[in-house]
């Protein structure tokens, strides 16, 4: 069984930074698309970032310049480096995986792990 393990939350003041890690176990094949996607209370789920075996990346526009994704195959780990954190970066982020870009159903994803970015 396939479990993507996220760590590197936590509480951080408006313009800090901090790395999200997370790392696939249970399985021997490379998963094709691995990403963040976040979610804060009463909104809408949103891609974060994304990026395919090949190094190919997706981001969202509101953090593109600031986060960057990263990919270690072969240990199928996924980092995002979240620099200039903002107010409205605080939410959930989830790690998850799939074959495409899709967040609304991934076939593998993460339990969640906070990002509070404080004024």
């Known amino acids: 069984q396939v479990q993507l393990v996220e760590s590197g939350g936590g509480l951080v003041h408006t313009g800090e930074s901090l790395r999200l890690s997370c790392a696939a176990s249970?399985?021997?094949?490379?998963?094709?698309?691995m990403g963040w996607y976040r979610q804060a209370p009463g909104k809408r789920r949103e891609l974060v970032a994304a990026?395919?075996?090949?190094?190919?990346?997706n981001y969202a526009g509101s953090v593109k310049g600031r986060f960057t994704i990263s990919r270690d195959n072969a240990r199928n780990t996924v980092y995002l480096q979240m620099n200039s954190l903002e107010l409205e970066d605080t939410a959930v982020y989830y790690c998850y995986g799939g074959p495409g870009w899709d967040i609304d159903s991934p076939d593998y994803r993460g339990q969640g792990t906070q990002v509070t970015v404080s004024s």
């Open positions: 990026v395919t075996r090949r190094g190919m990346t």
């Open positions: 249970g399985t021997s094949f490379s998963i094709n698309v």
